[in-house]
């Protein structure tokens, strides 16, 4: 069925280390992929999205490229801070449709 | 109007009684969605709306789940004879017809006991 699958946290980095989380997905179609973060205390915010294959999303320092061969888009920044610290959620969400499907989230922790 | 607002932020019940939250989206959204997360896990679909008709339910919404728009705006979603397996954040979330990205309230946490 459709699902999204990332890797299992929690993740803990140093400061200036670089991020590679892994995410993939099972759709039918063309999905558009997101990734979601959620800050301590916050709601869920778009981080970043690509709409089609080989597409790459970036925003604030993070990028994530649209795999349509290995169905992945994970998610990558070179050099993390602290400020960093959430839940990150792979999600997508098809092509003429309402709903997005997300992943069970990974925590990332990073330290000073 | 600067994002999805959802009252009340935290809600505990007692086993058996009925509560409702709401949503107010960005004003300018006509879909609207309901999802519902447990620790540990991601944002799961409830339901969800277009303008005011309801389109789409999830089968995790059960009988005792029922969610309004009425006038195409604010949505009420209102669980009757809670039970502990209930208890979850309740994420509201709305976005424009033909874009993807949702934006989501900072949810609603349901406890209980």
């Known amino acids: 069925g459709n699902s999204v699958t990332q890797m299992e946290g929690p993740v803990t980095l140093s400061e200036e280390a670089f991020l590679t989380i892994n995410c993939t997905y099972t759709?039918?179609?063309?999905?558009?992929l997101f990734w979601y973060v959620q800050y301590p205390g916050e709601g869920l915010q778009l981080l970043l999205k690509?709409?089609?294959?080989?597409d790459k999303g970036s925003n604030k320092g993070f990028e994530a490229t649209y795999r349509k061969e290995t169905t992945s888009f994970h998610l990558e920044k070179g050099s993390v801070q602290v400020s960093d610290s959430a839940v990150y959620f792979c999600?997508?969400?098809?092509?003429?449709?309402?709903?997005?499907?997300f992943g069970a989230g990974t925590r990332l922790f990073v330290k000073a | 109007d600067t994002g999805v607002s959802q009252n009340p932020r935290h809600k505990i019940t007692k086993r058996g009684q009925n509560v409702t939250f709401r949503c107010d989206p960005i004003?300018?959204?006509?879909?609207l969605y309901w999802y519902r997360q447990t620790l540990g896990q991601g944002p799961e679909f409830l339901t969800y709306?277009?303008?005011?008709?309801?389109?789409?339910k999830s089968r995790l919404l059960s009988d005792r789940f029922s969610a309004e728009r009425p006038k195409g705006s604010f949505s009420t979603l209102e669980i009757q004879r809670t039970e502990q397996g209930d208890s979850a954040m309740y994420l509201c979330?709305?976005?424009?017809?033909?874009?993807?990205?949702?934006?989501f309230g900072q949810g609603t946490r349901l406890t209980v006991v």
């Open positions: 979330a709305s976005s424009l017809a033909g874009r993807f990205e949702a934006f």
């Open positions: 759709a039918t179609g063309y999905p558009s």
């Open positions: 690509a709409t089609k294959a080989d």
């Open positions: 999600a997508y969400a098809n092509t003429g449709g309402f709903k997005t499907i």
């Open positions: 004003s300018e959204h006509n879909r």
């Open positions: 709306f277009q303008n005011e008709a309801q389109l789409e």
